[in-house]
């Protein structure tokens, strides 16, 4: 079984900046892309960035700048460095992974259960 928890989230006035974190944990082989994604009240959920195991990173144009991913292998963690923030940054951003768990299969992709980001104006 795996899971992926993520922490960091909470309230911030615009300009302020905020760290999450997401763990994998479980019964993990090996762990390929893993990304975030965030969801803003009546709009669509929206790829914020990714970063795959060798350490390439892909960003969306609204962030560019501003947020930085990273990830720290030997931990299964990966983080999201969230700098100036402004109130179009408010949402529910979710942690993603693409994990195998054990060397017969192939990738499945995993979920974190979503945290609240409140950009105050």
């Known amino acids: 079984q795996v899971q992926l928890v993520e922490s960091g989230g909470g309230l911030v006035q615009a300009g302020g900046s905020l760290r999450l974190s997401c763990a994998a944990s479980?019964?993990?082989?090996?762990?390929?892309?893993m990304g975030w994604y965030r969801q803003a009240p009546g709009k669509q959920r929206e790829l914020v960035a990714d970063?795959?195991?060798?350490?390439?990173?892909k960003y969306a144009d609204s962030v560019k700048g501003r947020f930085t991913i990273s990830r720290n292998n030997a931990r299964n963690t990966m983080y999201l460095q969230m700098n100036s923030l402004k109130p179009e940054d408010t949402a529910v951003y979710y942690c993603?992974?693409?994990?195998?768990?054990?060397?017969?299969?192939?990738?499945?992709?995993?979920w974190g259960q979503g945290t609240q980001v409140t950009v105050s104006s």
């Open positions: 993603a992974a693409e994990i195998r768990t054990d060397w017969l299969t192939t990738y499945s992709e995993y």
């Open positions: 479980g019964t993990i082989f090996s762990i390929n892309t």
């Open positions: 970063i795959r195991s060798v350490g390439t990173t």
